[in-house]
Every structure is written in structure tokens, then in C-alpha cells.
């Protein structure tokens, strides 16, 4: 891949990270977040999150497919810091919207109400990641830097789950997600399981015979 | 000086008669094709909701005491578009979408249980059983949104008496039609069909209780429960049966659908109650739709502010325990 293609690649995939928030705006501005406007920033910001950490968990099982598709690593970073961009955003939401910047109700939500002790506790686990996401950091952490990024596994499979836990029960719209996160996470264990398997020789086959 | 008429127009080019009386279903069908083409979640807000025949006609309505003052009331979009009536899907703008298929007449509602006057009642005929109010009421959902939305109908209470129920009829159990053709996306929400609901009989015969049939002074809209529901002010909303068709008069507590599905989520009584939260969100406050984001929220009124009228219906109660 061409330096000029990663930086036109580069140009879109920012464009279209910046949708999610772009629409938003738009409507606030000039037509209307819909009925329930405090729901539609809450649920696409969420929505947004969730989406770019399984499109950046994404990109390792699909690098391993082929030598080719090497040159997907440059838009990891990217992907995830516009994650926990939009993870903040959310976070924001609730802080300010639904909490009216209340700690103490805060701090109550976070103990008793499951959804929330869930979403909070991925976007803890988020945070150090995006820290740690410059040049300097990954050099300075060496072998730790990959261990620590690991988080991610588990920030997604919260937002997943905190995702199931807001719903009213048997409402499936979290179904789709979930499907997707399930299939880049076990894509991990299944391409390492196929790279290693023992290929079957001759003679293998002569002395089954 | 001659002037040269065209010459006749052949007759090939002449517009055939069944097309021309048929030009607006061509110019529809090219504005349905236009709107699926700009994706399928914008078909509902292209297509009028409120266009079916029966849904939109005007009722005659007298004014209430019973109606709620000092509110701004919902625009009639929001009320039309934003709707949880999960027989056709589970997304707020599902019910809009797909409820047009929905045949309000002929439309009958049966009477049965323990009750002198066993009947069948037609929808006209319901419509006419006593002059029909206009009760502003708020609506609180279970999910913590609210609206202010202007009713037009009769206390339950009246249909009651006309039904004479047996002193051994302690509840009321309304049942909503469930018919997969109508309704496509019954499948799509594991309720337990059909939509179930109920009250205590004193809850029922409460003057606020309303039997509707419309809102913003026409008859209801598909999507929010044509052509009779049931309003409950002081209750979550979902304790609201749409579309019944049936009633029943019965000795023990009947069975609820949201009650079936988490009874630990749902109570039987459900009243609005901002001290007993749902097990996963708290109902301390409220979100009001069609306010702009930053003045959404408000706190939530014991019995959505019906305390006045309906709190000695619960004298005694462990309101905590019976939620």
C-alpha cells in the first residue's frame, strides 16, 4: 500500500468516525434529535463506542488472513482512540444529562445499579489505554504495552454487557453486536489454532491405512 | 393570417382513463419507492401516519374536571411516532411504521366472567355509550419518559356498570388482540401474547380510569392503540392495554404480560413511584419528550401526581412490596 493511499484511507476512515458526532450536531442544530433527544445522544455515542472497538478488534484476525492486508495496523490506534472518544461523550451524557452533575447520585448508580457499575468500570479500563497509546509509550512499556492493551478483550465485553442490562427484558436489539464481538474474539484463538495445526504428512496417512 | 392547428393528438400518446383515475396511487407508490430508497427507517415519517380511514375522524367531546391542568402538552408527532407497543416491534418507531396494516372495523369488544351482562360490544356502539371528554392526562413510562397527552374518552366506570359485574368479580383482566397477520413483529419481543393486563376492581371503577378512543380530539391513530385502549394516569404506562378486545370480570388476580416476563421488574400494581426503583434504573426522575435536550429532565411524582385522587386506593399498603 502506497503512502498516498494510506493517506487518502487515512482522510476517510476520519470522516468517517467523526459521522456519528457530526450527525448529531447537525441535528441539534439544524433539525432534531427526535422526541427523546437525551436517549438518541446517549444510545449513539454508546452505539458509536461499541461499534469502532469491534471494527479495531477486528483488524488483527483479519491481518492474519493475509500478508497483504499488513498495512490494516495503521489505522488501529486511530479506531480506538475514537473509541474511547465517543466513550467519553457517553460517559458525559450520564454525568450531566441523566445525573445533572450529582456525585453523590453518582456514586449510588455506580454501586447498585449493575448497568452502570458495568459501563463505568470499561470506561476505567479504556482510560489507561488511550494514555498509553503514543509512540513514546508503547517503546517505554515494551512486552507490558501488549499485556495492558489486552483490556480491551474485556472494556468490550463490558460495553456488550452493559448494553444487554439497559434493555427491557426480552427486547433483543443488542443481538447483532454481540454476534460481531463474539466473532472477532474468537477469531483470535481460531487463526493462532489453524496457523499451529500439525499438517498432516504421508505418513501419517500410510500408517492409518 | 392562418394559424396552423397542431395536429390531432394520436391516440397513443392519449393517457388511457384507468391510469388517469389512477395518477395519485402512481404518484404514491413512486413517493413509497422514493422512501424505501432513502432506507426503511424514514418510510414512517414519509408515510402520514395518521392517514388510515378510521384513525384522524373527529370526535365530539365535552371538557372534563377530571382533565390535568398547567402542563404543556405533547406535540401530536411525538405522541404518533415514539410509541412502545411491541406487537409490531420493539423500536420506538416501529408501531408508526407498521401499524397501518392494523383493521379497526369492524372491531368488537367481549364482555365475559363473572358478570349479569355477558356481551359482545360493537366499536360504534362503545363510542356512543356516553358523551366523550377531553382529559388531559400525563403518561409516565416504565423506561422513565414521559408525555402530556390530551385523551378523548369516558371513565371506565361507565362501561362497568352497563356490564353489572357479579359481587364475586374482585378484577378486571383486558386482553389486547393478538393476530400475527395484522402484526407482523409479534415474534421479534418474547411476550407472552396476547398482551395481558389488569386492575383491582377499585382501581378500575377510580372516575380516572379512561376507556379512549382517540387523542387530540380524533379518534386513536394505530400505532397508539386504535380503536380502544385503556388509560391508567397514575400507573406506568405499559399497565395501559391497547387495541382490546376483550374484558374480563374475574375472582382472582389475572396474569399480566410484563409481569410474566420479569416479575421482579414488573409488579402487578405498578403505580408511578419515585421511592420503589425498577431493579436496573432508577424512577427518581423523569425524561419529558419534546423538550430540548438540556431541560429534558424533571423529577417524578408519586402516583405521576394523581396522589390527590387515587393515594386512599393503596391506605394500608406496603407499597414497597407491592409495587
Given amino acids: 500500500m502506497s503512502n498516498g493511499k494510506i493517506v487518502t484511507l487515512k482522510v476517510l476512515v476520519w470522516l468517517a468516525c467523526l459521522y456519528p458526532l457530526a450527525s448529531l450536531v447537525y441535528?441539534?442544530?439544524?433539525?432534531?434529535?427526535?422526541?427523546?433527544?437525551?436517549?438518541?445522544?446517549?444510545?449513539?455515542?454508546?452505539?458509536?463506542?461499541?461499534?469502532?472497538?469491534?471494527?479495531?478488534?477486528?483488524?488483527?484476525?483479519?491481518?492474519?488472513?493475509?500478508?497483504r492486508l499488513s498495512w490494516l495496523i495503521r489505522f488501529r490506534r486511530l479506531l480506538g482512540l475514537f473509541a474511547f472518544f465517543y466513550v467519553s461523550l457517553h460517559l458525559l451524557t450520564y454525568v450531566g444529562l441523566y445525573s445533572y452533575f450529582?456525585?453523590?447520585?453518582?456514586?449510588?448508580?455506580?454501586?447498585?445499579?449493575?448497568?452502570?457499575?458495568?459501563?463505568?468500570?470499561?470506561?476505567?479500563?479504556?482510560?489507561?489505554l488511550a494514555l498509553t497509546s503514543t509512540k513514546w509509550s508503547i517503546r517505554k512499556l515494551g512486552k507490558n504495552w501488549q499485556k495492558l492493551h489486552r483490556l480491551v478483550y474485556v472494556a468490550a465485553t463490558l460495553g456488550v454487557i452493559h448494553y444487554w442490562w439497559l434493555v427491557k427484558s426480552g427486547v433483543r436489539t443488542p443481538v447483532t453486536i454481540t454476534v460481531m464481538l463474539g466473532v472477532v474474539l474468537l477469531a483470535r484463538p481460531l487463526t493462532t489454532w489453524i496457523k499451529n495445526r500439525p499438517r498432516p504428512t504421508t505418513d501419517n496417512v500410510t500408517t492409518s491405512a | 393570417?392562418?394559424?396552423?392547428?397542431?395536429?390531432?393528438?394520436?391516440?397513443?400518446?392519449?393517457?388511457?382513463?384507468?391510469?388517469?383515475?389512477?395518477?395519485?396511487?402512481?404518484?404514491?407508490?413512486?413517493a413509497a419507492a422514493g422512501a424505501m430508497a432513502l432506507g426503511a427507517d424514514r418510510v414512517g415519517q414519509l408515510v402520514d401516519p395518521t392517514s388510515k380511514v378510521y384513525a384522524g375522524t373527529k370526535l365530539?367531546?365535552?371538557?372534563?374536571?377530571?382533565?390535568?391542568?398547567?402542563?404543556?402538552?405533547?406535540?401530536?408527532?411525538?405522541?404518533?411516532?415514539?410509541?412502545?407497543?411491541?406487537?409490531?416491534?420493539?423500536?420506538?418507531?416501529?408501531?408508526?411504521?407498521?401499524?397501518?396494516?392494523?383493521?379497526?372495523?369492524?372491531?368488537?369488544?367481549?364482555?365475559?366472567?363473572?358478570?349479569k351482562n355477558k356481551k359482545t360490544f360493537d366499536i360504534d356502539m362503545l363510542l356512543k355509550l356516553v358523551p366523550l371528554e377531553e382529559r388531559v392526562y400525563r403518561l409516565r413510562c416504565v423506561e422513565a419518559w414521559s408525555m402530556v397527552?390530551?385523551?378523548?374518552?369516558?371513565?371506565?366506570?361507565?362501561?362497568?356498570?352497563?356490564?353489572?359485574?357479579?359481587?364475586?368479580?374482585?378484577?378486571?383482566?383486558?386482553?389486547?388482540?393478538?393476530?400475527?397477520?395484522?402484526?407482523?413483529y409479534m415474534k421479534t419481543v418474547s411476550l407472552n401474547w396476547p398482551y395481558s393486563e389488569g386492575l383491582r376492581m377499585d382501581e378500575a371503577m377510580h372516575p380516572l380510569t379512561l376507556l379512549t378512543f382517540g387523542l387530540y380530539g380524533e379518534a386513536l391513530p394505530n400505532q397508539d392503540g386504535a380503536p380502544v385502549r385503556l388509560i391508567v394516569p397514575w400507573k406506568y404506562g405499559f399497565k395501559s392495554a391497547k387495541s382490546i378486545v376483550k374484558?374480563?370480570?374475574?375472582?382472582?388476580?389475572?396474569?399480566?404480560?410484563?409481569?410474566?416476563?420479569?416479575?421482579?421488574?414488573?409488579?402487578?400494581?405498578?403505580?408511578?413511584?419515585?421511592?420503589?426503583?425498577?431493579?436496573?434504573?432508577?424512577?427518581?426522575?423523569?425524561?419529558?419528550?419534546?423538550?430540548?435536550?438540556?431541560?429534558?429532565?424533571?423529577?417524578?411524582?408519586?402516583?405521576?401526581?394523581?396522589?390527590?385522587?387515587?393515594?386512599?386506593?393503596?391506605?394500608?399498603?406496603?407499597?414497597?412490596?407491592?409495587?
Fill in chain 2, 149 to 184: 397527552i390530551p385523551w378523548v374518552g369516558y371513565s371506565l366506570s361507565e362501561f362497568i356498570k352497563r356490564c353489572e359485574p357479579l359481587g364475586s368479580a374482585k378484577y378486571v383482566q383486558f386482553l389486547s388482540l393478538a393476530d400475527p397477520k395484522q402484526m407482523p
Fill in chain 2, 247 to 323: 374484558i374480563r370480570f374475574v375472582a382472582e388476580q389475572p396474569h399480566t404480560a410484563w409481569n410474566d416476563m420479569a416479575p421482579r421488574e414488573y409488579g402487578f400494581y405498578s403505580n408511578v413511584n419515585p421511592d420503589v426503583d425498577h431493579p436496573r434504573w432508577t424512577q427518581r426522575n423523569e425524561r419529558r419528550i419534546g423538550e430540548a435536550f438540556y431541560k429534558q429532565r424533571r423529577a417524578t411524582l408519586m402516583f405521576n401526581g394523581y396522589g390527590d385522587q387515587v393515594a386512599q386506593l393503596y391506605t394500608g399498603m406496603d407499597l414497597k412490596k407491592n409495587f
Fill in chain 2, 60 to 115: 365530539e367531546t365535552v371538557t372534563s374536571p377530571l382533565s390535568t391542568t398547567g402542563e404543556t402538552l405533547t406535540t401530536l408527532k411525538d405522541i404518533t411516532s415514539y410509541n412502545n407497543f411491541y406487537e409490531f416491534g420493539s423500536d420506538k418507531g416501529d408501531p408508526a411504521r407498521y401499524a397501518g396494516k392494523l383493521q379497526t372495523r369492524p372491531w368488537t369488544v367481549s364482555v365475559e366472567g363473572l358478570v
Fill in chain 1, 27 to 67: 441535528r441539534a442544530v439544524f433539525t432534531s434529535l427526535g422526541p427523546d433527544p437525551t436517549h438518541t445522544i446517549t444510545f449513539s455515542t454508546g452505539l458509536a463506542t461499541i461499534r469502532l472497538l469491534v471494527i479495531s478488534l477486528a483488524i488483527t484476525p483479519l491481518r492474519r488472513l493475509s500478508p
Fill in chain 2, 1 to 30: 393570417m392562418l394559424i396552423r392547428k397542431p395536429n390531432d393528438i394520436p391516440s397513443s400518446e392519449i393517457t388511457s382513463q384507468s391510469a388517469y383515475l389512477n395518477r395519485r396511487n402512481f404518484i404514491s407508490g413512486a
Fill in chain 1, 102 to 128: 450529582d456525585v453523590k447520585a453518582i456514586g449510588a448508580d455506580i454501586l447498585k445499579r449493575r448497568y452502570v457499575t458495568a459501563g463505568m468500570a470499561a470506561w476505567f479500563l479504556l482510560l489507561p
